[in-house]
């Protein structure tokens, strides 16, 4: 069966910081890869999505990137963190078909 | 573009009463539609989800949803809630190709009183 890995859970911080967030998935290949975003009262966000190696797609201007090196490997990055960055940050895939995705269990992401 | 309105930020039932979850979509076509569920702290787990045909669709947990074209909604229902129930629950659209992506309405936090 597939699943979905990502860490950590919970990371706090300094502004001006880098980041790296790391989701893999397990039990499927060359799937699709979305980076949420998850602020209160405002839903998810989609940061970046990825539809195979090294082709990422990016939703809104912000300080953050991403990266796919392997097929089941998604990365979210950013060089200097902002106060702003602070989320909930969800990584999820789905097939090829459009059946839905999976979530991971998310990061909680604070930055001080 | 597509987009999703929840229009009830926060929806407290009794124990036993019936829920009803509103969700309206925009899409110029007929749109992928999902209800998913997170509870506080994790990931989002799917519950329903329509393509196509039976406008009214089953979901795990005994929710249902029903597609309804003329009124652009998607509304999440339930027959009677059980304290376990307690969530925050997001309606999302997908559009047609093949980045799948999809996009959530801003969630509905529902509570469930004894």
């Known amino acids: 069966s597939q699943t979905i890995h990502q860490w950590p859970a919970t990371l706090v911080q300094p502004v001006g910081s880098p980041l790296s967030l790391e989701c893999t998935v397990e039990?499927?290949?060359?799937?699709?890869l979305y980076w949420y975003r998850q602020a209160a009262g405002r839903g998810l966000q989609l940061l970046f999505y990825?539809?195979?190696?090294?082709?990422i797609s990016s939703e809104v201007p912000q300080n953050l990137s991403a990266s796919r090196p392997q097929d089941r490997q998604f990365i979210l990055s950013s060089k200097k963190l902002l106060l702003s960055d602070s989320g909930f940050y969800l990584c999820?895939?789905?097939?090829?078909?459009?059946?839905?995705?999976?979530f991971g269990s998310g990061t909680r992401l604070t930055v001080v | 573009a597509q987009s999703v309105t929840q229009p009830d930020i926060h929806i407290t039932v009794s124990e036993g009463a019936s829920l009803e979850l509103r969700c309206n979509y925009s899409?110029?076509?007929?749109?992928?539609l999902f209800w998913y569920v997170q509870s506080p702290g994790q990931g989002l787990q799917l519950l329903l989800k329509y393509f196509s045909g039976d406008t009214l669709v089953q979901g795990i947990k005994g929710f249902e949803a029903e597609f309804k074209r003329s009124q652009s909604s998607f509304n999440l229902r339930k027959p009677s809630v059980h304290w376990s129930d307690a969530a925050e629950y997001f309606c999302a659209v997908g559009a047609r190709g093949a980045t799948n992506k999809l996009i959530f309405g801003t969630g509905t936090l529902l509570a469930v009183q004894p």
């Open positions: 990825s539809v195979g190696i090294g082709q």
């Open positions: 999820a895939w789905s097939g090829k078909g459009h059946y839905g995705y999976t």
């Open positions: 039990g499927t290949s060359n799937p699709n």
């Open positions: 899409y110029g076509a007929t749109p992928y």
